[in-house]
Antibody, heavy 119, light 112 residues
Framework: EVQLVESGGGLVQPGRSLRLSCVAS????????MHWVRQLPGKGLEWVAG????????EYADSVKGRFTISRDNGKESLYLQMNSLRAEDTALYYC????????????WGQGTRVIVSS | EIVMTQSPLSLPVTPGEPASISCRSS???????????LHWYLQKPGQSPQLLIY???NRASGVPDRFSGSGSGTDFTLKISRVEAEDVGVYYC??????????FGPGTIVDI
């Protein structure tokens, strides 16, 4: 059974940094692309960033480009999102999501970790 | 960026009756390989999204056969043949034809 467990969320002041983690199990992690998707409070879904199976391709939403960095450690079966220069509009529930293959669609999601950016 | 729209945004349903949600994209989602890169998700109350339909018409593992997806190009439909109480939640369509970014529709709230 695929499991994705996010952690690292919390309350942070504007302009500060936070690092999210996602530990994966139940599938061959180093063969799948991975993504971060967020859900603003009471709103819909927004793709944030994605990374291919070997980290060779990384893509970002325009809203986070230059501030967020996605990475992975295949040895630790873990996905990360380094979030710098956080803004109030980054407040959201952040989901880790597994790609069906390498860059296709998301077939499994974690339960999410909540980030609140506020002074 | 491909913009996704859905209608209706709110859909009251009756158990045992059919239901249908429409999704439209601002550009064609049909790839030269013949697949439509359109996918459907359901987010049940208090839960994370779950994949229902992928590549336009393929049911994900464990999804009941009362759910079906159809359409091609820019117009797609999710149908529930007979709604059950457990089907309530927010339904999203998402495109992966042209990325980044992956883009979602605004969501359709289905409630009894």
């Amino acid at each position: 059974e695929v499991q994705l467990v996010e952690s690292g969320g919390g309350l942070v002041q504007p302009g500060r940094s936070l690092r999210l983690s996602c530990v994966a199990s139940g599938f061959t992690f180093d063969e799948q692309g991975m993504h971060w998707v967020r859900q603003l409070p009471g709103k819909g879904l927004e793709w944030v960033a994605g990374i291919t199976y070997n980290g060779g391709r990384r893509e970002y939403a325009d809203s986070v480009k230059g501030r967020f960095t996605i990475s992975r450690d295949n040895g630790k079966e873990s996905l990360y999102l380094q979030m710098n220069s956080l803004r109030a509009e980054d407040t959201a529930l952040y989901y880790c999501a597994k790609d069906w293959s390498n860059w296709n669609f998301f077939d499994s999601w974690g339960q999410g970790t909540r980030v609140i950016v506020s002074s | 960026e491909i913009v996704m729209t859905q209608s209706p945004l709110s859909l009251p349903v009756t158990p045992g009756e059919p239901a249908s949600i429409s999704c439209r994209s601002s550009q064609s989602l049909l790839h030269s390989n013949g697949f439509n890169y359109l996918h459907w998700y359901l987010q049940k109350p208090g839960q994370s999204p779950q994949l229902l339909i992928y590549l336009g018409s393929n049911r994900a593992s464990g999804v009941p056969d009362r759910f079906s997806g159809s359409g091609s190009g820019t117009d797609f439909t999710l149908k529930i043949s007979r709604v059950e109480a457990e089907d309530v939640g927010v339904y999203y369509c998402m495109q992966s034809r042209q990325t980044p970014p992956f883009t979602f529709g605004p969501g359709t709230i289905v409630d009894i």
